[in-house]
Nanobody, 112 residues
Framework: QVQLVESGGGLVQPGGSLRLSCVAS??????MGWYRQAPGKQREWVAI???????NYADSVKGRFTISADSAKRTVYLQMNSLKPEDTAVYYC????????WGQGTQVTVSS
């Protein structure tokens, strides 16, 4: 059974940091990414990592977020620094191996 399980969300003040984790099981994914969905908005792409190496980011998070992977742990991370209130959303992990799989999401709230 293929599963993606996110963790690491929470409440943080503006300017703070969080690190999200996504543990994959049941398959090896060549492409993994993070997406987010704010209340009343469509889900949007945040960051992607291909074959554990090549990365790309949405303009809104470039320079603040870093995606990385630990293949031995089958885990993808999203390090989020300089967080802003507009980063508040449910963050979802996505894995692709010819099919697309989603985690259940983890809430990130940036508020003072």
């Amino acid at each position: 059974q293929v599963q993606l399980v996110e963790s690491g969300g929470g409440l943080v003040q503006p300017g703070g940091s969080l690190r999200l984790s996504c543990v994959a099981s049941g398959s090896i994914f060549s492409i993994m990414g993070w997406y987010r969905q704010a209340p009343g908005k469509q889900r949007e792409w945040v960051a992607i990592i291909i074959n554990g190496g090549v990365t790309n980011y949405a303009d809104s998070v470039k320079g603040r977020f870093t995606i990385s992977a630990d293949s031995a742990k089958r885990t993808v991370y999203l390090q989020m620094n300089s967080l802003k209130p507009e980063d508040t959303a449910v963050y979802y992990c996505n894995g692709q191996n010819g099919r697309s799989y989603w985690g259940q999401g983890t809430q990130v709230t940036v508020s003072s």
